[in-house]
């Protein structure tokens, strides 16, 4: 039990962070839906920052992390601080040597294409967006190390203050700073490009900050001879490809998105925003807190611990997510109307935003549960089952997709993009079985169950209340009030129907609840 509250508190602060992150993300894509709309600059925009975002889930808080966070774990409890220290040095050393050849040489080969291939304007666009942007890699990968070291020694505010700060320069310079700086949208984009490579940079100097309070020196190390830094980078390997074919798999739908025409992809992309709201609050933090937890079980040999450490997690994070994924297609249409359509984003923005939404969030379950079964994997050390999974489902998704994008567009993308994820969720869990770490099925399909008889009732509750209320409109208070009411008679809702349903998930997040409100008050 005090395990998991422990679990739970790591995973709260996460969440709150999390949640202040996404707020403000919300904010900032509701400022940018006003300023370009769905039209070809933010379609050049999105598709020129898939890149750098694709590296960042792979050299970042992805895949080299997932793989550093066990061992380092391993070494710091085996072979004391400076052995470990020592680990994460030659590390960040080798990343950044690795990253920025690997930065030069691409931002030479974008330079070439500019000047000798013949490119429309949104290409030129996108390529010189794509040049601002990409050196935004260096920062997010020498960010991502410094949060993996913090989050094994038990930090995680500085880590999760960091995507704040981001939003907020975002939010400014969208706002404010690029109006002023240039009078068309292709110099207001390019301006926002500059200021958000400025943002990736601070992102990594102020983990620094905890860092030398903990002791941690930073010092440039390369030692290939390290034998715990050869086990990080053969476990590297496999996991960069599980990381890298989901990113690529991203990427292709992008690019299909950018031959369907204009808006689709920038459809994709709210929609998409919306998506990550819950997965970061909830799937995310929980996974976050959890990788560093297993590890640190595995490492002790206490297999029974982790087992029940990762089916909590599970159930946990179910009974969170489902909800929120009924509630994001009952409501799409209000959520995306008064979220977003106020200035170029119109009411044909609206409507193909909220498809792409209803079609995301019919795997929200699955994209939340595969975070937290890879962490288990890699706990373990084994990168390469998530790699051969991954590889099975981009070849599902590259034929879905080409079979549906003719026929429903952008919709197709998205559908395909859940129906991958499902496939996926499903095979972790069937091999993860094979493993130490066998789950309790019966228990965590009880509780899916349960989640969903609960979020219906929820979800027909807030529906009769906003009917009640006479609908949503967009860009206005009332709009924003309504919907806030809204949502909160659907939590309300949920947690009485969850606890006639004895769900006992929800009730011990009640009590975890109820303990840390008085713990705060006898403080105070």
């Not at 992805?62 to 409890?77: C, D, Q, R």
């Not at 019919?362 to 994209?367: E, N, P, R, T």
């Not at 091999?431 to 509780?447: C, F, V």
């Not at 989640?451 to 860009?475: D, K, Q």
């Amino acid at each position: 039990m005090e395990t998991h509250h422990r679990l739970l508190g790591r995973a709260g602060l996460l969440s709150v962070m999390t949640f202040a992150s996404r707020l403000l993300g919300m904010i900032r894509d509701m400022v940018c839906a006003a300023i370009f709309g769905t039209g070809y600059v933010w379609d050049a925009f999105i598709y020129a920052f898939t890149f750098p975002n694709f590296l960042r889930r792979v050299l970042g808080e992805g895949a080299l992390s997932s793989v550093f966070i066990p061992v380092y774990t391993e070494t710091l409890n085996k072979r004391g601080k400076a052995a470990a220290d020592h680990l994460a040095n030659d590390m960040i050393t080798l990343v950044l040597v690795a990253t920025s050849c690997f930065v030069a040489g691409v931002l030479g080969l974008l330079a070439v294409l500019l000047k000798w291939v013949p490119l429309d304007a949104r290409g030129v666009l996108t390529v010189k967006l794509s040049m601002l942007l990409f050196p935004y890699i260096l920062f997010l990968s020498q960010y991502g190390m410094a949060m993996a070291i913090l989050n094994c020694r038990g930090h995680f505010f500085t880590p999760s203050l960091a995507p704040v700060l981001f939003n907020v320069i975002w939010i400014a310079s969208a706002a404010w700073i690029a109006p002023h700086a240039a009078q068309t949208d292709e110099g207001q984009v390019m301006f926002l490009a500059l200021c958000l490579l400025a943002a990736g940079l601070l992102q990594f100097l102020i983990q620094l900050i905890p860092l030398s309070r903990g002791g941690f020196r930073l010092r440039f190390v390369f030692d290939l001879k390290n034998n715990a830094v050869r086990r990080v980078l053969s476990l590297f390997l496999p996991a960069t490809m599980g990381f890298g074919i989901m990113q690529v798999n991203i990427l292709f739908d992008r690019t299909l998105a950018a031959w369907l025409g204009e808006g689709a992809n920038s459809s994709l992309w709210y929609s998409n925003r919306l998506i990550q709201f819950p997965i970061g609050m909830i799937a995310i933090a929980m996974g976050t807190a959890l990788l560093p937890h297993l590890s640190d079980q595995i490492t002790r040999d206490s297999l029974e611990e982790a087992k029940q450490s990762l089916s909590f997690s599970l159930r946990m994070v179910l009974v969170l997510v489902i909800p929120a994924s009924v509630g994001l297609i009952a409501f799409s249409a209000p959520i995306v109307r008064v979220l977003f359509e106020r200035g170029a984003f119109d009411e044909i923005s609206t409507f193909r935003s909220a498809r792409t939404l209803m079609a995301y969030s019919l795997g929200l379950f699955a994209y939340s549960g595969s975070n937290l079964v890879v962490s288990a994997f890699y706990a373990m050390k084994d990168t390469k089952t998530p790699v051969k999974i991954a590889s099975y489902c981009v070849v599902f998704d590259i034929v879905a997709n080409l079979i549906l994008m003719i026929p429903l567009r952008e919709l197709g993308l998205a559908l395909t993009t859940s129906m991958s994820g499902i496939l996926n969720f499903g095979m972790l869990i069937y091999h993860l079985n094979k493993k130490q770490l066998k789950l309790n099925e019966k228990e965590i399909g009880r509780t899916f169950l349960k989640s969903i008889l609960a979020s219906a009732g929820s979800a027909w509750m807030a529906g009769r209340f906003l009917a009640a209320a006479g609908g949503v409109s967009a860009g206005d208070v009332s709009g924003f009030a309504k919907l806030f009411a809204g949502i909160s008679v659907g939590i309300a809702s949920y947690v009485i129907f969850a606890q006639l349903l004895k769900m006992g998930e929800m009730r011990e997040l009640l009590w975890f609840f109820r303990k840390r409100f008085y713990d705060t008050r006898r403080t105070d």
